[in-house]
């Protein structure tokens, strides 16, 4: 069965919806609680006291793939 490890509920950072996971396998994005954002590559450490871990839907996951795979040559990367 597909959903055997399915054993925690979550809400979705994209989308906001409902979703069960297995917390071994869900894609996790890092959020800083004060922005709502992710503190990037290399958050500070006051941004990263400040973050948590957020759930990420298996159709966000597949959303931001394809994203990051339309714009990925010209992703930018340590722009500081
Ligand atoms: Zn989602």
Redesign the pocket.
Known sequence: MADKGITTIGR?Y??K?TFGYDPERVTMFLVDSDTAVSPGSQPTPEALTRSRQEP??P??VRRGRHARQDDGPTWPRGTA
């Open positions: 979705c994209g989308c919806r990420v839907c159709d966000c």
